[in-house]
């Protein structure tokens, strides 16, 4: 039996109350829904845009223009016991798809019903006549405009920048294993005699993951933007425990954070300190292969810069350690199980990864990501659990 949505207060209180809202949108019903949350400003409150198959995916990318990454949910299991999808399609479409959805075990299917999408279009035409819209469209043109801005005044020197920083380690590691380890709890139960051989792996961390001193760190990569938290690692020495290099992102103008920087003094101090430009946390930004002559990937963590990174040196496997996608803090807090939280936008990280996984898949298919004791990836990449 299908679940309705029974009008637009209904629907925006479901908006309101679930964090995880997926769209599935098609033909005339998806495009006028999707008008109707970007007009009303409820667009921001939808993680993705969703598809049955590729296909699916590429008409709607075309024809929309929604700030919004469109993603098959083939990509999107792991929001299955915790998401909410919203169809908006032809009701004669409904019966097919929800069986197709329950077949990929997603637990919380709603439908718009026709008097419902009937209500939509006519506070639709209202927002149309009224201006709105084309307010809309104007923020959005200004935005545009600010962005290719910042693209034509930098893009030469994050070319520079980042070819400085990357260009040799381009498929480096390929037939090797790489290790991304970040600082959720489940990194306590990660132990590095997984792997027969040392000599076959890389580690490359984010953050403070140095802290587990077991664990050997290659590379560290960290952001400008936490200025509190880069004093705090070059005081406690996080830097002598890297054996290679500490990538360092720099924000582009764009970002909120551009105004914050290491001082020029610490990267003076070691050889090991490097730079490189990171895209403006949009989560539809493109991503792009060559990371010489493109910004690496922040969808609101450090670890999908780190990801891009890994993906880039071409290894045969890469292991996701500690990226639990959740609010359960940090393997180094003691707090941990009173429930401590992280300041982390958690639906819009897991579509981060979701986007990662499709980049992954298009360019590097012969890598295999495997995550370790996942929580909030639970479903998206291949799932190993160990005893720790």
């Known amino acids: 039996m299908l679940n309705y949505i029974l009008d637009t207060n209904d629907f925006i209180r479901i908006i309101h109350n679930h964090d995880e809202v997926i769209l599935f949108p ?13 007009y009303t400003n409820y667009i921001d409150r939808i993680c993705c845009i969703a598809s049955i198959k590729n296909d699916d995916l590429n008409n709607v990318a075309q024809k929309l223009d929604h700030d919004l990454p469109a993603i098959p949910l083939e990509h999107l299991l792991h929001f299955r016991e915790s998401g909410v999808v919203v169809v908006a399609v032809s009701s004669n479409l409904n019966d097919i798809i929800d069986k197709s959805l329950t077949v990929l075990g997603f637990k919380k299917v709603l439908f718009l019903k026709e008097e419902t999408m009937k209500n939509i279009q006519e506070i639709l035409n209202n927002l149309v006549s009224s201006g709105q819209a084309m307010f809309w469209f104007m923020n959005r043109f200004t935005k545009k405009l600010n962005e290719l801005e910042y693209r034509i005044e930098e893009q030469n020197e994050l070319c520079a920048v980042n070819t400085k920083a990357f260009s040799e380690y381009r498929n480096c590691f390929r037939g090797k294993k790489v290790v991304l380890f970040a600082t959720g709890p489940t990194a306590k139960q990660y132990s590095p005699l997984i792997f027969p051989s040392a000599d076959e792996v890389v580690n490359i961390g984010v953050n403070f993951s140095w802290r587990r001193e077991d664990v050997l760190l290659d590379y560290l990569f960290i952001h400008d933007g936490r200025l509190k938290m880069s004093k705090e690692i070059a005081i406690e020495s996080g830097f ?60 609101g963590s450090v670890i999908f810069a780190a990801m891009h990174f890994a993906l880039f040196t071409s290894p045969k496997e890469i292991y996701l350690v500690g990226c639990d996608t959740n609010h359960s803090g940090h393997f180094y807090d003691a707090k941990n199980s009173s429930g401590k939280e992280q300041a982390l936008n958690v639906r819009k990280i897991k579509v981060g990864y979701s986007r990662m996984k499709m980049f992954a898949r298009q360019y590097y298919p012969d890598t295999e990501i495997i995550s370790i004791n996942p929580v909030g990836l639970k479903g998206l990449f291949h799932d190993v659990y160990t005893s720790g």
């Open 26 to 38: 098609l033909g005339v019903e998806g495009n006028t829904t999707l008008d109707f949350l970007r």
């Open 240 to 299: 002598n425990r890297i054996r290679e290099k500490i990538f360092v992102g720099r924000y582009p103008k764009t970002s909120p954070y551009n105004w914050v920087e290491f001082s020029e003094n610490l990267s003076l101090d070691t050889k090991k300190f490097c730079r490189y430009y990171l895209n403006a946390t949009n989560f539809d930004q493109t991503l792009h292969k060559d990371i010489c002559y493109h910004g690496l990937a922040d969808f």
